[in-house]
C-alpha cells in the first residue's frame, strides 16, 4: 500500500454521509477499496486468519497440557483467546474452571445412564430464561464436603445448590507473589499476574440441556454448516455460579452458559466477520468506554452471530468490510436504543436486562453511534490503534508486524513447553533446553526491535517492557 493512499480514499469518503454514498457507484467502489486496505492493515496488526487458526490450536494444546494434571477440576480456556482474537496481553484471559464429579441435567434425564459416583443436580428453569435453580437428586464421591456446604433447604423438601455459597467455598483467594486478586465481578474472581496477565477465572458444573441445545439447531439458518451444527450440540453446556441481577432469589440462581459451542461457532467465521468483530468490539472500548458493563463484548459477539447466521456467507468479503461494520453498528445502536438483545443461543434470554444503563449515557451513546455510521469508513481513525497503522509508513509497520508475530509464536510456545515440563510438585524444568533456545531467540528479536527503536529516535533499555508492548 502507497503511503497516504488509505488516507487519500478517507478523505475522499469525508464529506459524503454513509448512508448516501451507498447510492453512488462511484462512492461505493470507494468503500470497497479502503475495505479492503483496513483489512489489509488488520491483518498485519495481527489479525489474520493464519494467526488466528494458530492461537486456537495453541490455547487448546496448552488446555490439554494442564488438563492431563488434575482429575477433579478441569480448565477451558474461553473468550477471546479461544477465538484466536488477541495477542498474549491484548485482553483478559478468561478460564472456565470446571468442578468434575458433578453433573447438572434436565428434568426427564434418565439418571441411570450417569456413573454412581457422580453427584447430579436437576435444572429447574421456572426462573429468568437461560438461568435455573440446581436440586440435589444424588451425592456424589468427588467435592462431597465442600459441596455440602453450599447446600440449603428450601423448605418443601428440595436440597437446592446456592450460587453464593458456591462461590464462597470455591473462589480463590489464596495469596502468592505473583498474584493480585481483584473485586469478584458476578461469578467471575479476577486476578492479575506480575503485572500484566490478566485472567476472569469463572468457576462452572458441567449441564446436560439437550433440549436447549436442539432447539438451537433447528432454527433455519444460512450458517454454520449442519455438521458445525452438530459439533456444537455435541459440546453440552455449563452453569456458572450467578443468577439474574434483578432477581429476589438470584443467590441461589445458576446462569446456563454454552461457551465451547459459542468458541467454536466464532472459530467458524471467515476472516471478514472476525475482523468486523474486533472492529465493533475496539469501538466499544475506545469510543464508547463502558465504565461498569453496561454493554459488553459479549453483546458485540451476539450482533455478529445473528449477522452470520441469517445472511450468506458469500456476502461476507475484504470489500463489504464496512457494510457489515456499519450494519453491526446498526444493531448495536438498536440494542442500546430498545434495551433488548436476544442469546444467540438461548433466545429467550435478554442480554440487554439488567444493564443499568442511565438515560443520559443512554442518550450520549445513541448520538456517538449515529455520528460513527454517518462517518462512513472515517470511523476507524477515532480508534488509536488503527489511526497509528494507517498513518504509519507501510515499510517499518511490515517489519515491526513479523518481529511481532514472531515473538508471539515464541511466547506461546515457551509457555506451552513450560507446562509439558513441570514436574509433578507442579515446578518446572528449568534445565529443559527447548525453553533455553526459545528464550535466547525472543531476546534476540527484542534487541533488534530496541536497535531499530534507537534508530529511529526512541531510547529504549528495558527488553521486558518491549516484549511486552509488543504482545498487547
Known sequence: MAEGGIQSAMSQTETVPGQRSLHSRHSQNHVERVSFEICTIMTRLGYSEEIRRWRVEKYKEQDRLVNARFSDKSFITAGSKA????????????ILYVMEGVLCVEAGFNLHTIPGDIGVFRMDTRVYPGHCRLLQERRGHTHSNRIHNCLCDNGYGDILLSSSLFLDEYSESS??????FHEREGPSTPWTADGVLHVDRVLALR??????????AARPRHWPSPDTVQKVVSFGAFVTPVGF?????????????LNTGESELVNNLNGTQAQVYVMLKTILKDVLRPCKKEVTSYVIKNILLWQAESNSQDEFDTRSFFHWLHAGLRELKTAIATQQLSYNMIPERNLMAGSDLQDQQKSQW????????AEGPRVILRLPKIRKAV??????MLWFSKKRMELEMLFVEFWNRRTYSLSEDLVPDEYDDIQ???SRRMRKLMVEVAQRMHVEGCAVYDLWAIQKRMLM
Open 245 to 257: 441481577k434483578e432477581s429476589e432469589t438470584k443467590h441461589m440462581e445458576w446462569r446456563t452458559c
Open 436 to 438: 533455553h533456545e526459545i
Open 83 to 94: 477465538e484466536g482474537l488477541t495477542c498474549f496481553f491484548e485482553s483478559d484471559m478468561d
Open 391 to 396: 498513518v504509519a509508513s507501510p515499510e517499518p
Open 366 to 373: 445513541l448520538t456517538d453511534i449515529t455520528n460513527m455510521m
Open 207 to 216: 449441564c446436560q440441556c439437550p433440549s436447549i441445545l436442539q432447539r438451537w
Open 175 to 180: 495469596a502468592d507473589s505473583y498474584k493480585v
